[in-house]
């Protein structure tokens, strides 16, 4: 059974350009830098994950990058940690020289998202119009100038977007970015601030939407997608890796909203057993737990294909699987 990793999360939230439909913080969108006390909270939390001798820390937001002095920060806090990510939504790599800045300010991983081949289906999802253009940018000032920084890309299976994902996934190989991950939201109940219905697309169309990709270009991890959702011949005729090991999230025990945090996380992360899992070899061995639970009540009439013990002994590097919370 895969390990679980620790590392550091650390949080930058100078607002964001973007408007992502899944993403809560868009409600504090005109933000436009961290505020002093924010700053004073993001050197307490590094100082947190540099004093209890961490060496892996992730950067998260919304759009770290966006922070005024993040090329400064960067550059006192990487020769702390032997692994610095960054996910960010990318619009600031657009710009050549502050690309060429991030490349060398000691990072070693950037986390891209991108969720269509067009203008219009990528902006109706992160509902900005301008953000294809810049992301697309970002990519070719790396391709351009990049030598030291990996550079990971991901995507999302939305209400918005699933028609577009084969496309998306060939238009991302010609741009010798190949997607590496895709993924499906996260639901969890008390977010009251978004409606779920409105960009969560069932598993009938996630299905639809990943076996209409390319097979030559199907390696990619499904994270948080159950494998479940396709029988073992679909799967077979593609290169799909199934994942879903959730890495430990730890904030600094400096920052106060470490604890709604964990709450939020388990309570998304809470499975629950379909009446399919009793006859899937996952589930007896207890290597997963069921299906999500926003995912679960969205697809109650779905008809799930057990994973067979003889499947899973023949391709165990392709579920990566543990399991959380069962319900
Ligand atoms: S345990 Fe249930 S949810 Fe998990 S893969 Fe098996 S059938 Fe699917």
Not at 196 to 204: H, K, L, W
Not at 236 to 257: A, D, H, I, P, W
Request: charged fraction near 30%; glycine fraction near 4%; charge should be positive.
């Amino acid at each position: 059974m895969a390990q679980v990793e620790k590392f550091g999360s650390i949080l930058v939230d100078p607002g964001c350009s973007n408007n992502c439909v899944f993403c809560k913080i868009k409600a504090y969108n005109d933000k436009k830098d961290l505020t002093r006390k924010e700053e004073k909270q993001l050197y307490l939390d590094t100082k947190y994950f540099i004093k209890n001798k961490y060496t892996k820390v992730d950067i998260s937001g919304s759009e770290p990058l966006k922070y005024s002095k993040i090329i400064p920060y960067l550059r006192w806090m990487t020769p702390y940690f032997n692994r610095v990510t960054i996910l960010d939504p990318g619009n600031r790599l657009a710009d050549e020289e502050f690309c060429k800045k991030v490349i060398n300010s000691g990072i070693s991983t950037l986390v891209l998202p991108i969720y269509g081949d067009n203008p219009e289906t990528h902006g109706k999802c992160v509902d900005n119009p301008k953000a294809f253009k810049k992301i697309t940018a970002g990519f070719r000032n790396l391709k351009k100038n990049n030598k030291k920084v990996g550079v990971e890309t991901t995507s999302m299976i939305l209400k918005q977007n699933h028609k577009n994902i084969p496309k998306l996934v060939s238009f991302m190989q010609k741009m010798k970015f190949p997607l590496q991950k895709i993924t499906i939201p996260h639901c969890h109940n008390d977010n009251k601030a978004l409606n779920y219905d409105e960009f969560v697309a069932n598993f009938e169309n996630v299905k639809k939407a990943l076996l209409s990709i390319k097979p030559e270009y199907s390696n990619i991890e499904l994270d948080h997608i159950p494998p479940c959702i396709f029988s073992e011949n679909e799967i077979k005729k593609t290169s799909f890796r199934f994942f879903n090991v959730y890495y430990t999230y730890n904030l600094s025990e400096e920052n106060e909203q470490n604890e709604v945090v964990k709450e939020i996380v388990s309570d998304y992360r809470r499975q629950y057993k379909t009446k399919y899992c009793k006859d899937c070899y996952l589930f007896k061995k207890g290597i997963c737990g069921g299906i999500y639970k926003g995912h679960y009540e969205r697809n109650l009439e779905y008809e799930y294909h057990p994973i067979s013990k003889s499947f899973y002994l023949e391709n165990p590097e392709r579920i990566i699987y543990r399991k959380v919370n069962p319900k």
